[in-house]
């Protein structure tokens, strides 16, 4: 028989919404536990392989639901172990949204003048860096040479990557290799171990409930480190606040698995959820038409072909980024890569009548992969996912030993995502068909419904209670003490890569979960500068662990 | 060595109906040339391998797909779709083969799209066995992919995938047209986002 294991703060979930916050709560003196449901791995451990059960797949959560299928992190460090490392800022116009709920969605307390200071405690702290034409990859350079022929504008990305350690391998997806991509592992996570919080790996939280003294009580169990389906035990943690960033595919269903202890959530949880209004084409260019037309050469004789060389997306199109257009009709188109395996069957055949995903036109397509282009949009969706009763442990009912699950997420498409689709279609296909550069086809949404690689808005912050589960301070109306910092706080679609704005919120939101952290009786202060800065802990040197599965 | 032996064969024989079933089914995806005369589950309607040869049954055959345990009773349930759709197009099929093989590769793909399409009760089991025959092609996801390229995999070959250097890893040097190439928009902020 043991004594409950207790903490002064539990964070669920170790991606930009849980470094932030455990960040910053130990370095203000707090007790912190991080549980996180992936492995920890680092640099050594992230591999070159497609190979099942390599870096990739352990890393990695993918979960089909009905009409939306969302891509993940599911390791130390979460999202930004795999993702792209892109971190522009979201445009002004972003923040005065009202989507289709009538009135504005951001709480009236943000917009982007507000969320300024905080975006440059971000990029002080990853750092993110502006790129230049040097440090754009080849296919970002075909694709700001089409959008310049098209008469539209192109821009490098801002970025947190390190351009002398990074060699373009593209296989930022399976966690960079060579320490250039700036992932949680080398600030704001090593900077709250210095500072003393604990961080376990291959615990995935299912549920709250409530302690005598006010506290929660947090369950978990262990997962198995290489076969996530098997469960190795279980325990509880009793904190006096806890930070839910699970991701928001995620955070929302640890929220619904408690409310019997708990009791009734707020109306917004598990509702609104918004696929960033993700979706993706592909084209397939003809490479003497590049030569020709945009005049490009690698100096070998070869015009483009580059489809595996580079650094995930380096360069968009932010022309119609213009807050006088209309909501549903602005969207930013951004050059990507995406690896094979997790998309390339969702490709279609440009010009081929359904089923142009399968079959010998699609071998022919897959013959001529290294001249593939993809187009990633980003444009404003309706917020229409709403996540079902959730399955008996996580997320998802596990399918595969690792990545691939099926999850309570369902997202019916209204008119007005339709639209957005459509519209930034016809302007990609524009573009890349102009003067025979290329073909180009969106992927198709029959097999796994669309598909998002930046969920968003499952739980989150506002002014109304009945269109948010979140007040602007990132609290659980009616739950005092569980706060929310992740991606599932976003009121909605960004139209551009998200993750410095989660960022920026989770920063925006600590002084004020200090505040109700004090309130709790936790002996803790806010003003840590941000890590790697002088007196900051953390920095140059990435987290080091023995096992990868501490 | 070649990349055929690399893989651990499944024990079912090559004439053995669910891995003719499931065969039939991978070639259906990324269709590939037939492997000898009378080879009934590749139809051949490409000249070049497909997913069959890329290692399709191997991939299903993998535990850690978590399918494995399911393809007797999807072979089955696929010639019984095979059976149903012969009869409403007035095809033969016959106890020769197994229906679904029996079929010429118009009216496996027809079924197989009936099959993934939005609405259908069994959507989710065949998209997952389509996923993973694309995935023996696209990534050889049941090989380390240094050595499936070093025994040139005819899927990653057939994309063209660069070689990785000696130690396994891939770099690119060479990654850059290192020019402007188009103006940037004019509500830029200094730090590179949009205003």
């Known amino acids: 028989m043991s004594s409950v294991e207790s903490t002064d703060v539990l964070v669920v979930g170790s991606g930009f919404g849980g470094a932030i916050a455990a960040y910053y709560l130990a370095a203000g003196g707090a007790r912190v536990v991080v549980l996180e449901r992936g492995p920890w791995l680092e640099g050594k451990d992230f591999e070159h392989d497609f190979l099942l059960g390599s870096s990739y797949t352990r890393a990695f959560d993918f979960v089909v639901g009905d009409g939306m299928s969302v891509l993940g992190g599911n390791c130390v460090g979460g999202g930004s172990v ?6 522009p800022r979201a445009p002004r116009f972003v923040f005065e949204r009202h989507g289709s709920v009538g009135h504005r969605m951001w709480p009236s307390t943000i917009d982007r003048d507000a969320l300024d200071p905080w975006y440059d405690r971000v990029a002080e702290a990853m750092p993110v860096s502006k790129q230049g034409w040097p440090d754009v990859s080849y296919a970002g350079g075909l694709w700001a040479a089409a959008c310049h022929h098209a008469g539209r504008t192109a821009n490098p990305l801002p970025v947190a990557i390190d351009n002398d350690l990074c060699t373009n391998c593209n296989w930022m997806m399976a966690g960079c290799r060579f320490d250039a991509k700036r992932s949680l592992l080398f600030n704001y996570l090593p900077g709250a171990v210095a500072h003393g919080a604990e961080i376990r790996p291959l615990h995935e939280v299912q549920q709250l409930s409530r302690t005598a003294d006010g506290g929660y009580r947090v369950h978990y169990n262990r ?46 949880v598990g509702k609104y959820f918004s696929g960033n209004g993700e979706r993706l084409n592909t084209a397939v260019l003809n490479e003497d038409r590049v030569r020709d037309v945009l005049g490009l050469t690698r100096g070998d004789g070869i015009a483009y072909e580059a489809n595996q060389i580079g650094k995930g997306p380096t360069v968009a199109s932010w022309d119609r980024l213009d807050g006088t257009l209309p909501e549903f009709s602005r969207y930013s188109l951004e050059q990507l890569y995406f690896p094979p395996g997790l998309g390339t069957i969702l490709a279609q055949v440009p010009g081929l009548d359904d089923p142009a995903w399968f079959g010998p036109e699609k071998k022919e397509m897959l013959e001529r992969w290294r001249s593939w282009l993809t187009v990633f949009l980003m444009t404003e969706d309706d917020n229409e996912g709403v996540f079902g009763p959730p399955p008996p442990t996580g997320n998802a009912f596990r399918i595969s030993q690792q990545m691939l699950g099926r999850g309570p997420l369902s997202y019916e498409p209204t008119p007005n995502t339709l639209h957005g689709w459509a519209q930034a279609d016809a302007d990609v296909k524009d573009i890349l068909e102009r003067d025979g550069l290329a073909e180009v086809a969106p992927w198709t949404n029959d097999l796994v419904g669309a598909y998002t690689v930046h969920p968003l808005a499952s739980c989150r912050i506002g002014d109304d209670p009945r269109t948010s589960a979140l007040d602007d301070r990132h609290e ?27 960022a920026a919120l989770a920063e925006r939101a600590m002084p004020g979960i200090v505040d109700a952290a004090r309130e709790r009786g936790i002996d803790v202060s806010y003003g840590a500068p941000v890590p790697g800065a002088d007196g900051g802990a953390g920095g140059s040197v990435p987290v080091t662990v023995g096992s990868g599965e501490r | 060595m070649g990349w055929e032996d690399m893989v651990v064969r499944p024990d079912a024989q090559d004439d053995d109906p669910t891995t003719m079933t499931l065969e039939a089914f991978a070639d259906t995806i990324v269709p590939g040339a037939k492997r000898r005369p009378g080879d009934t589950a590749v139809a051949g309607v490409s000249g070049s391998d497909g997913a069959v040869a890329a290692g399709a049954l191997e991939l299903l055959y993998t535990p850690a797909t978590g399918v494995t345990a399911g393809l007797a009773d999807a072979s089955r349930a696929l010639n019984e779709h095979a059976l149903a759709y012969a009869s409403e197009h007035g095809l033969a099929t016959g106890e020769a083969m197994p229906s679904f093989v029996a079929l010429p590769y118009a009216y496996r793909r027809d079924l197989v799209h009936r099959l993934t399409t939005p609405g259908h009760p069994e959507k989710d089991i065949w998209v997952s066995l389509a996923l993973f025959c694309n995935m023996a092609f696209d990534s050889a996801a049941h090989l380390p992919t240094a050595d499936a390229m070093a025994a040139r995999h005819p899927g990653l070959r057939a994309m063209g995938l660069a070689d990785p250097d000696e130690d396994g890893l891939w770099r690119f040097p060479e990654h850059t047209y290192g020019r402007e190439l188009a103006d940037v928009h004019p509500d830029t902020t200094p730090s590179g986002s949009p205003t």
């Open chain 1, 476 to 502: 659980l109306r009616d739950h005092a003490g569980i706060f929310v910092t992740d991606g599932s706080a976003v009121p909605g679609a960004l139209t551009v890569n998200p993750a410095m704005t989660i």
């Open chain 1, 82 to 87: 795999v993702y792209f490392a892109a971190m």
């Open chain 1, 223 to 268: 997962v198995d480190g290489e076969d996530y389906r098997v469960h190795t035990g279980d325990g509880t943690i009793d904190a006096k606040l806890v930070v839910l960033a699970a991701g928001a595919g995620a955070t929302p269903v640890i929220l619904q698995r408690s409310e019997p202890e708990l009791g009734a959530m707020p109306p917004a």
